[in-house]
């Protein structure tokens, strides 16, 4: 557990107090933000704020703060009268805010350490929720896989007061859904803009950032954006032995492009524990197991070149609206009807899908029916229980699945998209040796992105045009023109074969199978039928490995689900 920080600020005013170590504060009148904050018109994070902004955010109870502001801040505000305080999560904001309540008090903080150290018995794993989590793996509610323990979701206001706990939401993506739009040249110029201001005020408060650059459109994109803001970087790039984790070419491509040399690290399996999880402090299972080799890489390089934070391209494809969807034509049509625009949407995704034209738009207008516009949510219930999948099947409810009456199904799955980039960003742990950030979930990035029509983004076959266009002149054009992507598979099929045993006997014999949580017959009919050769699911196995490894460090108890295996 973290002991006390010698170096704790201490702030205090009526009823409330707050502690802060290692995050930039802007103190308030009654109140005070946490976390990195940047001005909408300037790209840089903010020491301080003058007093006429200070007294629109309080008067605003914060919502002056998402209009105006953005950025990885927790705004802690007094109101006038003493008797509540209200706490404003930045929309994509990757410092967490977990409550509970304590008595006569509710207890705040940015993970579970501090939660416990202010007094909190350390809390039972709640089992339901895991099933939950298993099956819906990235979508976020304010529900944990703690008992009693609740988290604040991005772009919601929390107030406090005497018998009073009430959350709501303060943004929302339907808020930046437009429907007028200018023409190619000026959406591309817009995104540029966004794209390179997000990524200056990241790295601003900085002096040095390493980036993990794949050479993909995201993390060259990001290359660009820092080359251009002047901030200083290094970059470096994660490899596997298989020729679909190697993308090793295209990464020096895009580091000769902007004159940086680059780090290339093996990932080595042999340096995988599938005992280990580095979730063990979050109250979700929200690690991955392949990310401790792809972590301790990055924090060695960050450390070797004097890096204070590690950047990445994540979240680029859900932001830059990466789907594998007719539903851009489905949106072409409702909103153009069948004309030559919606048979050209056609014939571009028919050439990035490799299917008919006649296909796609069989797709569309079946998308393009009232009770489809939606989008399929549908779980993965592989390997669970009939009791646990019966439990949890219920689609989680996420606001922003609350679609306008006219809501278009293309926009609803390009927000379903941002809603995975979430649990990304709700997977930090803010006690990690070195920030982790993704400067295209910015707040400014995403709104300028909702706002561009979804069949915009595709062209010749391939997604992420506007972006493409964007940065055209900085990307190599064959990292540009690219349609292929990397991928973790070979590594996670590695650690499959090396450590196949031992996920077996983990799976078989540990709290998920207890807790009636697991079909055991199907998993041991699964690692029987593929020897040590990784199976084509071995993702969804190893998933259950990495919830199994996060409930044994958790260490928690409380009542199972009864299992009815079938």
């Not at 915009?456 to 992507?485: C, H, T, Y």
Request: proline share 5%.
């Amino acid at each position: 557990m973290r002991s006390i920080d010698p170096g704790m600020q201490i702030h205090v005013w009526g009823s409330t107090m707050v502690a802060v170590a290692g995050s930039p504060v802007i103190p308030l009148e009654q109140g005070i933000i946490i976390g990195a904050l940047v001005d909408r018109r300037y790209p840089q994070t903010l020491s301080s704020l003058p007093e006429r902004e200070k007294q629109a955010i309080r008067q605003s109870r914060g919502q002056h703060l998402i209009s105006s502001y953005w950025g990885g801040y927790i705004a802690i505000i007094g109101s006038a009268d003493g008797m509540s305080v209200d706490i404003v999560r930045a929309p994509f904001g990757e410092l967490p805010c977990y409550h509970k309540r304590y008595g006569q008090a509710t207890l705040l903080a940015s993970d579970m350490d501090m939660l416990i150290l202010a007094g909190i018995a350390r809390p039972p794993i709640a089992w339901d929720a895991v099933a939950h989590e298993l099956a819906w793996q990235d979508i976020r509610t304010d529900e944990t896989c703690l008992e009693g323990i609740s988290a604040l979701q991005m772009g919601h206001r929390l107030t406090i007061g005497e018998g009073l706990e009430r959350a709501e939401q303060l943004w929302s993506p339907w808020d930046h859904v437009m429907d007028r739009h200018g023409s190619a040249a000026e959406e591309s110029e817009r995104i540029r803009q966004s794209t390179g201001h997000c990524i200056s005020a990241r790295a601003s408060h900085y002096d040095r950032v390493l980036l993990m650059l794949s050479g993909g459109i995201d993390s060259s994109i990001v290359a660009a954006g820092l080359q251009a803001s002047g901030n200083d970087y290094s970059l470096a790039t994660l490899v596997a032995r298989d020729r679909h984790g190697d993308e090793r070419d295209f990464g020096r491509l895009m580091a000769q492009a902007v004159g940086q040399p680059l780090h290339e690290a093996l990932r080595d399996v042999r340096r995988i524990d599938p005992d280990h999880t580095d979730a063990a402090r979050l109250p979700r299972p929200a690690k991955r197991m392949f990310e401790q080799e792809s972590a301790r890489i990055a924090i060695e390089q960050a450390h070797s070149v004097g890096a204070q934070a590690i950047f990445s391209g994540g979240g680029g494809d859900n932001v830059y609206c990466g789907l594998h969807s007719a539903a851009p034509v489905a949106d072409r049509l409702l909103t153009g009807g069948a004309g030559r625009e919606m048979f050209r949407g056609a014939r571009h995704l028919s050439e990035m899908a490799g299917v008919s034209i006649a296909a796609v738009v069989r797709s569309a207008l079946k998308l393009s029916l009232p009770w489809n516009r939606t989008g399929a949510f549908k779980p993965d219930l592989s390997y669970l229980s009939r009791d646990a999948a019966a439990l949890a099947s219920a689609t989680p409810a996420h606001p922003w699945f609350v679609r306008p009456r006219q809501g278009l199904p293309g926009k609803m799955r390009h927000i379903k998209l941002l809603s995975y980039a979430q649990s990304y960003i709700d997977g930090l742990d803010p006690q990690m040796p070195m920030p982790m950030i993704a400067p295209l979930l910015g707040q400014p990035l995403v709104e300028a992105c909702l706002s561009i029509p979804t069949w915009r983004w595709f062209e010749d076959g391939k997604n992420r045009m506007v972006a493409r266009r964007a940065f055209a002149r900085e990307l190599p054009p064959q990292i540009a023109e690219r349609r292929s992507k990397g991928t973790t598979d070979s590594f996670t099929g590695e650690i499959f074969e090396r450590h196949h045993a031992r996920l077996r006997e983990i799976l078989m014999d540990g709290l998920l199978a207890a807790q009636g949580i697991l079909d055991r017959h199907a998993i041991e009919g699964s690692f029987r039928s593929t020897g040590t050769v990784a199976p084509p699911d071995t993702g969804r196995l190893l998933r259950l490995i990495d919830v199994e490894t996060w409930a044994r460090a958790w260490r928690g108890g409380g009542a199972g689900i009864t299992a009815t295996n079938g």
